[in-house]
Structures are given as structure tokens and as C-alpha cells.
T-cell receptor, first 111, second 114 residues
Framework: EDQVTQSPEALRLQEGESSSLNCSYT??????LFWYRQDPGKGPEFLFT???AGEEKEKERLKATLTKKESFLHITAPKPEDSATYLC????????????FGAGTRLAVHP | DAGVIQSPRHEVTEMGQEVTLRCKPI?????LFWYRQTMMRGLELLIY????????DSGMPEDRFSAKMPNASFSTLKIQPSEPRDSAVYFC????????????FGPGTRLTVT
């Protein structure tokens, strides 16, 4: 069964304290991995798509990387406005356009 | 673009009542998805449409749930009769056939069934 596991469940950082979020997956055939950001009371906001091992994408303080078993979302020198829940999702072959979401990591960045 | 539009944003209803949630996808997108989000189960796909045709409704929890897409710019998710366990945030998302496979989500409808 295709599975996506995110860790940690929650992370508290001080402003400027860099860290990484993990998304590990066991799927039959990965066709893409997506990162989303979700603020309270809002819908998930698309951040990145990664398609193959070794690929990296960057946006401001965020960098997403992908290996054959997991993806990392690195947050460099975070600011309080980076506080949100970060969701990862996989798109699998034979999945008929379905995204399988992880449970998310709740990030809190304190000044 | 205005993004995916959902209405209402909040709905409070009594058990047994019919609830209708509405969604307008991003113009030009030909895939539309309905999700439900709860603390216990996270984001779950309920049903998705391609070119207004339902493709996979295996995530619809019960026959009380139904969804329609009468045209490319409008979809509804109906619950009849509603039950307290249907309380959740319901999201609509859309994507196009060209470019990446990323889905774009609406702001959601928070449903409370008392």
C-alpha cells in the first residue's frame, strides 16, 4: 500500500534557526512529489514539485530535495511568517491522478 | 486569476439536513478534486472529475455523499442527510492537463453538523 510519512509532527524553531522537515514514502511508482504549505483556516498552497532523485527546488528560504526514499524541506534562517503546516504528497503511477498526502508537519517559528 | 472559489466558507447545520457545497475551479483547468480534511484522517480525496465526468469516486464515504459537475466552471458536493461525523473542512482543488501535475486548492468550507 502506498504510504507517505512526515516527521516530525511538530517543530518549534527560533527565528534564524535552520532545520529540515522529512517526508518518507513507500510507493509503487513515484511520478512526482509535491510540497504544500497550509496556513490556519486556508487551503494548501502549492510550493514545489520534484520528479526524480537528486532534483532540488528553491524558493526564498525553502529548499526541497528528493532521494529515492524521501524528500526534505530545508528551511534556512526561518522567520515567524514561515510558521504553517507543511504537507507533502506523492503522485504515483497507476494512481489515476490521485495525490496521497502525508499528515503534515506543524512548524512554529518564534521571534 | 481568481483561484479556486468555494462557497459557503462556513456552514452550520443540524443532523439530518441536506448540505450543498459549491466550487468554481480555475478557468481552463479540466480536473476537479473534492477533499475532506480532519484532524484524525488528514486530507482525503473524495472524488475527482476530468472534463466534467466523474472518474474516481472510491473515496466517497457513503451513499449520503454525491457530487456533480454540470459544466466546466461549477461543481457541487452534496450530503443528504448530514451527520455529526461529517463535520470537517471540505476542499475543492483543480489542475490543468498541461504543465505539472500540481493541484490548486480553494479556501475550503468548514462544515459543522450538530
Amino acid at each position: 500500500e502506498d504510504q507517505v510519512t512526515q516527521s516530525p509532527e511538530a517543530l518549534r524553531l527560533q527565528e534564524g534557526e535552520s532545520s529540515s522537515l522529512n517526508c518518507s514514502y513507500t510507493v509503487s511508482g513515484l511520478r512526482g512529489l509535491f510540497w504544500y504549505r497550509q496556513d490556519p483556516g486556508k487551503g494548501p498552497e502549492f510550493l514545489f514539485t520534484l520528479y526524480s532523485a537528486g532534483e532540488e527546488k528553491e524558493k526564498e528560504r525553502l529548499k526541497a530535495t528528493l532521494t529515492k526514499k524521501e524528500s526534505f524541506l530545508h528551511i534556512t534562517a526561518p522567520k515567524p511568517e514561515d510558521s504553517a503546516t507543511y504537507l507533502c504528497a506523492v503522485f504515483v503511477s497507476g494512481g489515476y491522478n490521485k495525490l496521497i498526502f502525508g499528515a503534515g508537519t506543524r512548524l512554529a517559528v518564534h521571534p | 486569476d481568481a483561484g479556486v472559489i468555494q462557497s459557503p466558507r462556513h456552514e452550520v447545520t443540524e443532523m439530518g439536513q441536506e448540505v450543498t457545497l459549491r466550487c468554481k475551479p480555475i478557468s481552463g483547468h479540466d480536473y476537479l478534486f473534492w477533499y475532506r480534511q480532519t484532524m484524525m484522517r488528514g486530507l482525503e480525496l473524495l472524488i475527482y472529475f476530468n472534463n466534467n465526468v466523474p472518474i474516481d469516486d472510491s473515496g466517497m464515504p457513503e451513499d449520503r455523499f454525491s457530487a456533480k459537475m454540470p459544466n466546466a466552471s461549477f461543481s457541487t458536493l452534496k450530503i443528504q442527510p448530514s451527520e455529526p461525523r461529517d463535520s470537517a473542512v471540505y476542499f475543492c482543488a483543480s489542475r490543468g492537463s498541461t504543465g505539472g501535475n500540481e493541484q490548486y486548492f480553494g479556501p475550503g468550507t468548514r462544515l459543522t453538523v450538530t
